[in-house]
């Protein structure tokens, strides 16, 4: 089992929809998370870290439920500039520094 | 504001030949990484370092070898190029403010094909 799965969409959505995006952790020692995105052929950036109370950063909203291992990223309002692939990333801290254990995206595609 | 800066941006290597890609970042991050990224696969961790004389194998460290003189350097060499080299790699620095502030920041990418 990978240590953190997506799916890969396409999510093919219309300009002004709501999108919700989930993914599933492994290792329940898992400390951290965060949703990266990436533009295509581009380096992946920081979209937004995931606290256990939920957080919200415009339209954006990240969720974790650590019992169920899961993640999630609700986007609304959807615009032709989110298009991308989102990365949902986990942190297993250890020894001095941690690794970041990125899944393989999920596609969003958002149409005029 | 540089951050990270990886070179080259594109290579074509012939099977067996030996490269390697820069990596460097001005932002005196102690950890530093090297990931590919393939059609399908995501990001996998090839090495990493947690800070100047110190590396580490990841996920996929077989035909790559990594070295850290310095904290602001980092480069991945490959020894004897194969075509299951082909990939997209990416060098990312990564901050130390703790685990829920921890961001990586990534160079621009280097797509490599080998022939």
């Known amino acids: 089992r990978k240590e953190v799965e997506q799916d890969p969409g396409p999510f093919n959505v219309p300009e002004g929809a709501t999108v919700a995006f989930n993914c599933t952790y492994s290792?329940?020692?898992?400390?951290?998370f965060f949703w990266y995105r990436q533009d295509c052929r581009k380096e992946p950036k920081l979209l937004m870290s995931?606290?256990?109370s939920g957080n919200e950063d415009g339209r954006f909203t990240a969720q974790l439920n650590r019992a169920s291992q899961y993640i999630s990223l609700l986007i609304r309002d959807s615009k032709l500039s989110d298009s991308a692939t989102y990365l949902c990333?986990?942190?297993?801290?250890?020894?001095?520094?941690?690794?970041?254990?990125f899944g393989k995206g999920t596609k969003l595609s958002v149409k005029p | 504001n540089a951050g990270v800066t990886q070179t080259p941006k594109f290579q074509v290597l012939k099977t067996g030949q030996s490269m390697t890609l820069q990596c460097a970042q001005d932002m005196n991050h102690e950890y530093m990484s090297w990931y590919r990224q393939d059609p399908g696969m995501g990001l996998r961790l090839i090495h990493y370092s947690v800070g100047a004389g110190i590396t580490d194998q990841g996920e996929v460290p077989n035909g790559y070898n990594v070295s850290r003189s310095t904290t602001e350097d980092f480069p991945l060499r490959l020894l004897s190029a194969a075509p299951s080299q082909t990939s997209v790699y990416f060098c990312?620095?990564?901050?130390?403010?703790?685990?829920?502030?921890?961001?990586?920041?990534f160079g621009q990418g280097t797509r490599l094909t080998v022939v």
């Open positions: 995931v606290y256990s």
């Open positions: 990312a620095s990564t901050n130390s403010r703790g685990a829920m502030n921890t961001e990586a920041f």
């Open positions: 290792n329940s020692a898992s400390q951290s």
């Open positions: 990333v986990v942190l297993n801290y250890g020894g001095s520094q941690g690794n970041l254990i």
